[in-house]
């Protein structure tokens, strides 16, 4: 069983930065898997945020993060990683980490549906 477990999360004012990780279990073969960070507000749907390929750091990101948030990865450290920068008080939500094998496409990276397997959250809010 794949584990995931995101750190990092906390409380900030508008303007400011934090760096989520997502370190996962070594069962994995992290050169050929796809990675999402994912978010969650109170009241709304879970939304896709961030995705990265692992066998060669193809990334793309939702619309309204481009620009300040970069996801990459370390495979020797089995961990991924969220560098959010220009945060926004709409930005607040609890924020998964997620994988599934790499299974011939990178489509669909931001769907939810698509991934087999998910840490337990951390708590992102943004003040204004």
């Known amino acids: 069983q794949v584990q995931l477990q995101e750190s990092g999360g906390g409380s900030v004012q508008a303007g400011g930065s934090l760096r989520l990780t997502c370190a996962h279990s070594?069962?994995?073969?992290?050169?050929?898997?796809?990675m999402g960070w994912f978010r969650q507000a109170p009241g709304k749907e879970r939304e896709g945020v961030a995705f990265?390929?692992?066998?060669?750091?193809?990334?793309y990101y939702a619309d309204d993060v481009k620009g300040r948030f970069t996801i990459s990865r370390d495979n020797a450290k089995n961990s991924a990683y969220l560098q959010m920068n220009s945060l926004k008080p709409e930005d607040t939500a609890m924020y998964y980490c997620a994988t599934r094998p790499y299974g011939g496409s990178i489509y669909g990276g931001l769907d939810s549906s698509r991934y087999y397997y998910w840490g337990q959250g951390t708590q992102v809010t943004v003040s204004s």
């Open positions: 070594d069962d994995i073969d992290s050169r050929y898997y796809c």
């Open positions: 990265i390929f692992t066998g060669d750091g193809t990334s």
